[in-house]
């Protein structure tokens, strides 16, 4: 502190500065005349602004008594008042208070102790996720008010609410059972069921202005051991902090009384009345939060060096955070950086090791390709340069313009009365947008028209070369012409009518349906009659016309679900369809195979007569068609698939059993009336 003056006032320069001067150091300096040491010429300017401010601090930590209460002397009352919230700051605790309402307290007392309490709240902070409370109040008996786990009271204006009703009620009986109220203390709130919580210290905090007495006029109850109930609190981690107010409790048989109250770590300040309690509630608060002395976290690694090469220097930091100083602890001793000298390695430079190329994304009408090398021939060292240049460029590739693919294409258009008339203007719509952009013509893409019922009519042949106009004129004619739906005879026709088909283009027929068959003893398996036109070379793509479409059962007719598309997709994947094959230089992309497992390919189908309103879904034709091709979807592997029929008179028992790795699945159809197969 000081670099001048006698042996003496050197040492105390050094304690000063490690433990803070005392009163009897400050009076030896004040006593020592500096001027009869030349070179201290110097000091004696700063000398009197640095004797008040060590004197100050001296006086404060002198006079400062148990509880801290400050005893008469040097201090003033003004100056005991000094910061008196310097060092409060909230911390999270679980903290009960218990309140004494006996008879005896008048309601002026009643309404400076609601005053109190609700200062505790303030400090505490409370919500959901910071301090929690519990009010006990006591008098002749005890009473809980609300405990941790009571959510309604995570809320500083709920709780101010309920205590101020709590501790405004009046006993009609004498006596004061402290007892009582840590007995609940134990039972009822520093527990689990209570919401205590483990990760959070544990505070009661006891307000009493008598004695604890019971009447034994009245009160039969016996005493609750007070070492009992404080020993089960301390191993619980509960800090028991005592407040005894009033005349009272300043005999000596009031500080046995409150002894036993507090327990084995005897934590009790008495206060002269209300009053004097409500001026140094700080003191309750500092015991209960308490001084944290900062801690350094560890070091953290080295940062890099600052100099890529050559030497030059790198650092490394902690924080005081592990815990951070608070309601005035110390703060962390020593530095918080280090800095040392570093060297790194010789300079090598990187070279860009040779060009890879991926393949062009397009055949023609122009693609792109990538080319990528990488810096490792060799790579930089990290006082090398990088290398020099792109290592990834983009370049455009194939571009000579892509030939337009002629296609001998079938449109299977359902006009039966089931698909309805809006839905049919919609199909018709949909069907001349697909031909508006294709180059017709004998050596170009050519059209077929085959429109079904319950018959079949081919309006339109390969063999007549139509127009764009010429077909979409037709198409626009097509009307309803019968009220039952064979799409079955409408595959097999079309299939001739694909005999005219080109070998050397790419053939599909887009049937245009609901799904859904008449039945009747003549109709086919969906799955069956599209199995030739398919396995001709044609692909099938199945468009959903009308809301009633089944798009399982347009499943049967092609080789993917993929070819399954509601009306509004059909447009645009006709179209994908129709670029791929452009940019494939028209070789027909390979024929899909049937997604379907043998078992399901083989699967017979069945069909049952009309027999009542409830006639059960599956006793439509393609029934088993359908669904074995859903439960190969859904399955790894499909081990068997049983179809077994036992004939009981009029009656066929229809038993569907599907075995899987992690399904077995048992259909039971029974007394289905009328069944063929």
């Known amino acids: 502190m000081f670099a001048c003056g006698p042996p003496e006032l050197m040492s105390i320069n050094r304690g000063a500065t490690s433990a803070g001067a005392n009163s009897s150091d400050l009076h030896l300096i004040s006593r020592t005349k500096l001027g009869n040491y030349p070179h201290c010429t110097m000091a004696k300017a700063l000398f009197g602004l640095l004797f008040t401010c060590f004197y100050l601090e001296a006086m404060t930590a002198s006079f400062k008594g148990e509880g801290g209460e400050y005893h008469p002397g040097f201090l003033t009352p003004e100056m005991s008042k000094y910061n008196d919230d310097d060092c409060l700051e909230p911390c999270s605790l679980d903290v009960a208070v218990l309140i004494d309402v006996s008879r005896s307290m008048d309601s002026k007392e009643r309404d400076q ?3 109190i309490f609700n200062k505790i709240v303030d400090k505490l902070r409370v919500s ?18 609300f405990t941790f786990s009571d959510r309604n009271y995570h809320n500083a204006d709920t709780i101010k609410a309920k205590a101020a009703e709590a501790i405004s009620y009046v006993p009609k009986h004498d006596g004061t059972r402290t007892d009582l109220a840590e007995d609940l203390a134990v039972k009822d709130v ?8 483990p990760s959070f210290g544990n505070v009661m905090i006891i307000l009493t202005d008598g004695k604890f007495w019971i009447n034994e006029t009245w009160d039969k109850r016996a005493e609750v051991d007070f070492d009992v109930t404080t020993g089960i609190l301390k191993k619980r981690g509960v800090k028991i902090i005592v407040a ?16 036993k109250v507090a327990g084995e770590d005897k934590d009790i300040t008495k206060y002269d009345d209300f009053k004097d309690l409500s001026s140094k509630l700080n003191n309750i608060m500092r015991k209960v939060c308490p001084p944290i002395n900062g801690q350094y976290t560890p070091w953290s690694s080295f940062s890099l060096c600052s100099k890529t090469c050559g030497e030059g220097h790198r650092t490394r930091t902690r924080t005081c955070t592990k815990p951070p100083p608070s309601t005035c602890g110390k703060d962390c001793i020593g530095a918080d950086k280090e800095t040392e000298s570093c060297t790194e390695n010789p300079v090598t430079d990187g070279r860009y090791a040779d060009w890879s190329e991926s393949e062009c994304n397009a055949k023609c009408g122009g693609g792109t390709l990538t080319r990528t090398r990488g810096c490792t021939n060799p790579p930089p060292n990290i006082c090398g340069r990088a290398c020099i240049g792109p290592a990834k460029e983009t370049i455009t590739c194939n571009e000579e313009e892509c030939p337009r693919c002629p296609v001998d294409l079938a449109f299977v258009f359902d006009s039966s009365d089931t698909i309805g008339v809006g839905a049919l203007e919609d199909a018709k719509m949909l069907v001349k947008k697909m031909v508006k952009g294709l180059e017709l013509g004998a050596d170009e893409s050519r059209v077929a028209l085959v429109v079904f019922a319950d018959k079949v009519e081919v309006k339109a042949r390969f063999s007549e070369n139509l127009s764009v106009k010429q077909f979409q004129d037709m198409v626009q004619n097509i009307k309803s012409i019968g009220s039952r739906t064979r799409i079955d005879k409408a595959l097999v026709e079309t299939k001739q009518v694909f005999k005219e088909g ?6 599909i027929a887009v049937v245009l349906t609901d799904g859904k068959q008449s039945e009747g003893p003549e109709t086919k398996s969906l799955l069956g009659t599209s199995e030739p036109l398919r396995s001709a070379g044609v692909r099938v793509l199945a468009v959903a016309v009308g809301t009633q479409a089944s798009k399982g059962r347009l499943r049967l007719m092609t080789d993917s679900m993929d070819d399954v598309k509601e009306d509004y997709e059909a447009l645009e994947y006709f179209q994908q369809l129709s670029d791929k094959l452009n940019q494939n230089l028209c070789v027909f992309p390979r024929k899909l195979p049937y997604q379907g497992t043998e078992v399901c390919r083989d699967s017979r189908s069945v069909r049952c007569g009309k027999h009542g309103k409830n006639v059960p879904p599956f006793c439509e034709t393609d029934y088993a068609a359908e669904i074995c091709p859903k439960f190969c979807d859904l ?3 499909l081990v068997s698939t049983e179809l077994m029929f036992r004939k009981n008179r009029a009656s066929w028992n229809v038993l569907v059993h599907v075995k899987r790795n992690f399904l077995n699945t048992v259909f039971l159809f029974k007394s289905i009336q009328g069944m063929t197969v």
């Open 128 to 145: 959901s996720n910071g301090s929690h409370m519990a009010l006990i109040t006591f008098g002749s008996d005890a009473k809980s008010s």
């Open 244 to 259: 005894g107010i009033g005349s009272e409790l300043s005999s000596d048989d009031a500080d046995e009384n409150l002894e």
């Open 502 to 507: 080109r070998d050397d283009v790419y053939k």
């Open 190 to 197: 520093f527990t689990r069921r209570g919401g205590d919580r």
């Open 635 to 637: 399955c790894n592997r």
């Open 113 to 115: 102790l609601t005053d």
